[in-house]
């Protein structure tokens, strides 16, 4: 600063370092002997201020010490948040990515229950899912694909890459969601993939292998009611 500050310049500078909410002229009256300019107090200190790292503002009629804005970008800082994904979103990513290109209805059909807009919303918003071409069906639905953050996510070259149905019953993961007996192996899910990676369009339409996996969602959360009841049942 040019000159040094008066008394009063201090007391005012102090009382809107320390608190914690953008003070009134009349808050800091309150702290300041009586007759007081306050109001040349701060214009002295805002001008004092100018050019800092820190600047002495005016926010609706209040006052209080604020960052730079030129100096916002130097200030920011970017942290990678780790987040869990739900058991919705999962099982959505892996019908797309072994179905793909695949519409929303058919999604929901293979679930067996309505996709809430969030649960793409988390796959999109992790670049795992894009839009694909829209089908040349009635209503020109709207396709979902893969891209390359999925397969560098989870160090696949292609989607040829996806664990088969041998894969999987390997893993143990029949055993625990016997409806995924319905996904087709690789040789089937990509039979009809062209050069250049593109999968044949399925149709609007559910086949009997798709059915068939609804219906054994269904049961299977009807058995796991009934087991549920019975659980309770026992601990009463």
Sequence with gaps: MSEALSELERIVEALLFASAEPLATADLHEYTPEGADVGAALMRLKKDYEGRGVNLVEIDGKWAFRTSADLAEALAIEKEVSRKLSRAALETLAI??????????????????ATHRGTLDALIEAGWVKPGRRRETPGRPLTWVTTNVFLDQFSLESVMDLPGLDDLK???LLDRRPAIEAIPGSDDLFAGQEDGGAVEEESDVPGEIEQNAIDKVQADREQEREDACEDELEEL
Excluded: C, D, F, L
């Design 170 to 172: 390997a893993s143990g």
């Design 96 to 113: 797309i990515a072994y179905h793909q290109p695949v519409t929303r209805a058919e999604v929901e059909n293979i679930r067996g229950v």
